[in-house]
Nanobody, 119 residues
Framework: QVQLVESGGGLVQPGGSLRLSCAAS????????MGWYRQAPGNQRELVAT???????NYADSVKGRFTISRDNAKNTVSLQMNSLKPEDTAVYYC?????????????WGQGTQVTVSS
């Protein structure tokens, strides 16, 4: 059981910035990685950025140089700083946690937060 709660979504103009946060609770001891995925209308859910328990990061090519993922282990949170936002960044952003139990991996998802980039 891992519960994820996102916050920080909203409406922003092109070129603007938003910061998303995700707080994890429950059985968090075995969380291997956390990250952000997004899904735009008519599209599949896609990876945006992830960060492992060891601090390794991975970004989608479309957001490299613009987005930064970070974590606060003490607060069990992960954040996504989004700069230079583009209309194509508009999507529902979902927080994700991967929990490793032995060799098995389990995925948990937040409820999603809407990010709209529009003038």
């Amino acid at each position: 059981q891992v519960q994820l709660v996102e916050s920080g979504g909203g409406l922003v103009q092109p070129g603007g910035s938003l910061r998303l946060s995700c707080a994890a609770s429950g059985s968090i001891f075995s969380i291997y990685a956390m990250g952000w995925y997004r899904q735009a209308p008519g599209n599949q859910r896609e990876l945006v950025a992830t960060i492992t328990s060891g601090g390794s990061t991975n970004y989608a090519d479309s957001v490299k140089g613009r987005f930064t993922i970070s974590r606060d282990n003490a607060k069990n949170t992960v954040s996504l700083q989004m700069n230079s936002l583009k209309p194509e960044d508009t999507a529902v952003y979902y927080c994700n946690a991967q929990r490793m139990l032995g060799s098995a991996m389990f995925n948990y998802w937040g409820q999603g937060t809407q990010v709209t980039v529009s003038s």
